[in-house]
């Protein structure tokens, strides 16, 4: 269906009625009467749309504040518009969006036509190949990045933003000026969820993805968020995804590129005094003794804890030399114990990540948790590298009270 390409009064006028014969004098009082027919239905309508509610995809709406996001303004000039925009939007389970939407990315596209997220096209990335293809299409031309400024070999690493923009720069200049000499760092690195819950989800995405050498991963709200900005009608459906409307369609298409994992070789912490291996960020966890590549994705973005099981031992004995090995736990199941994921991780990776507010900051051997609950009012968090060193700061308030569930 084509969308209304016009909502002037006349372009929905029957072309025959506004070009009747000068010389006929029905034909001159026919302008006339289309005019007052169409104030009659045009008024008509509109009392109509304020006193009804029209059903689209986003759900029922009032017509006095809006027709599927269509301003009230516009239902006073042409009602028969409005509704032409209300069918348009039902039949494509779209939402008019205030950022010049197209809705044709390839992402887009893709949910379209399977209903699914569309997997990014490197699922799993490196540090190394990502600074080569920004090298690649010429930083030097990013607007943030002057003659003058100065790049020091460190990494900061980022916990769970959530929309939480000012204490975002907050962090990252107090990083700069106590760890980094006011330096820029080398790289940027977040643990994902950069939105929702959060005042300003669509600044942070625009401010990280505009940044030169700043990466980010995929975490479940950035999912979230991108199952509404592709049209998801039940997640449209909720106040907590109204500001997916602001994202434009570079947004969209950059969220759905992003990994699910980025690996830092050892070789990028450039420092004598580093004596571990890789560094891999996720947002959530991982299953031990499982190859990143055979990692379930859903698992990454959502694990905070893991049930131990014993491979060729029904009986659960873990005397008999069974080998052990471990399954996202699952709180229906009563009779097992939940471990915390980082505590059963042995390397050979240090795995910094995310998600786990609950539990706050995470310090294990092998796995470092950076989620310290900013949203909910407590701190942002971000480890510097190599020095392992920990910079924080306060929450400006509470955006979101938190939810204390496993």
Do not use: C
């Given at each position: 269906?084509?969308?209304?390409?016009?909502?002037?009064?006349?372009?929905?006028?029957?072309?025959?009625?506004?070009?009747?014969?000068?010389?006929?004098?029905?034909?001159?009082?026919?302008?006339?009467?289309?005019?007052?027919?169409?104030l009659g239905t045009t008024c008509c309508g509109y009392v109509f749309l304020k006193s009804q509610r029209l059903t689209a995809a986003s759900g029922q709406v009032e017509g006095t504040n809006a027709v599927t996001g269509i301003r009230p303004a516009y239902l006073t000039v042409l009602a028969s518009s409005a509704l032409q925009?209300?069918?348009?939007?039902?039949?494509?389970?779209?939402?008019?969006?205030?950022?010049?939407?197209?809705?044709?990315t390839e992402a887009d596209t893709y949910y379209?036509?399977?209903?699914?997220?569309?997997?990014?096209?490197?699922?799993?990335?490196?540090?190394?190949?990502?600074?080569?293809?920004?090298?690649r299409r010429g930083v030097e031309n990013f607007r943030n990045i002057s003659e003058n400024s100065k790049r020091s070999n460190k990494i900061l690493i980022i916990g769970d933003v959530h929309g939480c923009l000012d204490e975002l720069k907050a962090?990252?200049?107090?990083?700069?000026?106590?760890?980094n000499g006011g330096e820029q760092f080398a790289s940027v690195v977040f643990v994902g969820d950069l939105c929702n819950k959060g005042p300003y989800s669509s600044q942070v995405v625009r401010l990280v993805r505009e940044q030169p050498y700043w990466y980010t991963i995929r975490g479940n709200h950035d999912n979230a968020a991108l199952e509404a900005a592709l049209g998801d009608t039940d997640r449209l459906g909720?106040?907590?995804?109204?500001?997916?409307?602001?994202l434009s369609d570079e947004d969209v298409e950059w969220i759905a590129n992003l990994p699910y994992s980025i690996r830092i070789p050892m070789n990028k912490i450039k420092s004598p005094s580093w004596s571990g291996g890789d560094v891999l960020v996720v947002h959530a966890g991982l299953i031990p003794n499982v190859d990143i590549d055979e990692q379930n994705v859903k698992?990454?973005?959502?694990?905070?804890?893991?049930?131990?099981?014993?491979?060729?031992?029904?009986?659960?004995?873990?005397?008999?030399?069974a080998s052990l090995s471990y399954e996202h736990y699952n709180p229906s199941q009563t009779d097992t114990?939940?471990?915390?994921?980082?505590?059963?991780?042995?390397?050979?990776?240090?795995?910094?990540?995310?998600?786990?507010?609950?539990?706050?900051t995470q310090i294990e051997t092998h796995a470092i948790g950076l989620d310290s609950g900013c949203v909910y009012g407590n701190k942002l968090t971000g480890i510097v590298l190599p020095e392992m060193e920990f910079v924080s700061v306060d929450a400006a308030i509470v955006y979101c009270p938190i939810k204390h569930k496993d």
């Open positions: 269906m084509k969308r209304p390409s016009s909502n002037r009064l006349r372009d929905f006028v029957p072309h025959k009625l506004t070009t009747a014969p000068a010389n006929n004098t029905i034909g001159k009082a026919l302008p006339l009467l289309t005019g007052v027919l169409l925009e209300a069918s348009y939007v039902a039949q494509t389970n779209r939402q008019p969006s205030r950022s010049g939407r197209t809705f044709s379209q036509k399977f209903k699914t997220l569309p997997i990014p096209p490197v699922v799993h990335d490196n540090l190394d190949r990502m600074l080569a293809e920004e090298s962090l990252v200049a107090k990083a700069s000026k106590d760890h909720r106040e907590q995804y109204s500001w997916v409307k602001e698992t990454m973005v959502t694990v905070r804890a893991l049930t131990s099981i014993y491979k060729n031992d029904t009986t659960g004995d873990s005397s008999n030399n114990t939940p471990i915390p994921w980082a505590k059963a991780w042995t390397g050979p990776e240090l795995v910094i990540f995310g998600h786990d507010a609950k539990r706050g």
